[in-house]
């Protein structure tokens, strides 16, 4: 098989709804390329670079962890994203932490297709500056394996007055955006989900030399008239109707 014909192959291996991050395009093609001369002469040199290239992650561990936010933190787990703000309007600031496992760019579960999940925690914050764990969703974030072979799709969190936002992209094979937003509800001292937004590009066919490379393809937005109420410890990323 020539490397041209196992790239091509590997640049269509699309997971978990086929739903990647622009700066690492152009190193994925080179290791994908490297990897592929290093093995061409095994037969099983396809499986082998898929192997490896699976588990590429873009979210590194984050080496200095607030004091009062180890605690939260899982034995054999690390944290990739911490975001603050004011997730319920009392005037304090809240956290989000998504975690990993750090065995997960290592742990090949591809025979069951169970790739390791990513626990998002909800803190909020108290009056004496502690932490109180308020709700832990392991289906909030894609896994690391869920942008198919352009890598980790997920791109971070946000949260500001009352709202909080997980964000997720690729730019490869594919390029689409998706940013899914929760709201809290005073009345029911709840999250809800308040809206998801997904966008994803195609390339312009345009012979204009001054054309802009991509063209927006599908601008869809969601709110609840669509996919109903759902609170945050009740969200799935992983069923398209959220729940």
């Not at 690390?78 to 750090?102: E, F, P, Q, W, Y």
């Not at 290592?106 to 069951?112: I, K, L, P, R």
């Not at 909030?140 to 709202?163: E, L, M, R, S």
């Not at 054309?211 to 945050?232: C, H, P, R, W, Y």
């Amino acid at each position: 098989m020539n490397k041209l014909l196992i790239l091509g192959s590997l640049l269509i291996l699309i997971s978990c709804g086929n739903k990647t991050n622009d700066k690492n395009v152009e190193q994925t093609k080179d290791t994908l390329i490297s990897k592929i001369s290093d093995k061409e002469q095994s037969t099983s040199s396809t499986i082998d670079t898929i192997e490896i290239r699976k588990h590429e992650t873009f979210n590194e561990n984050i080496d200095s962890i607030p004091e009062v936010l180890e605690p939260f933190i899982p034995k054999n787990y690390s944290a990739i994203n911490i975001s603050s703000g004011d997730a319920n309007l009392d005037g304090l600031t809240d956290k989000i932490l998504v975690l990993r496992k750090n065995t997960e760019e290592t742990t090949s579960n591809h025979a069951e297709d169970k790739p390791d999940k990513r626990p998002l925690l909800l803190l909020l914050g108290q009056p004496d500056n502690s932490y109180k764990l308020i709700y832990r969703n392991d289906n909030a974030v894609y896994c690391i394996d869920c942008g198919g072979v352009f890598g980790d799709p997920f791109t971070g969190t946000t949260i500001k007055n009352g709202y909080f936002s997980i964000e997720h992209g690729i730019a490869g094979g594919q390029h689409w955006e998706q940013v899914v937003t929760f709201k809290y509800d005073r009345s029911k001292k709840n999250w809800f989900l308040y809206k998801d937004h997904y966008v994803s590009y195609k390339l312009n066919e345009s012979d204009d030399p001054d054309a802009e490379a991509l063209v927006l393809d599908v601008d869809n937005m969601e709110t609840s008239k669509e996919f109903g109420i759902i609170s945050f410890e009740k969200f799935n990323i992983y069923n398209e109707d959220g729940n």
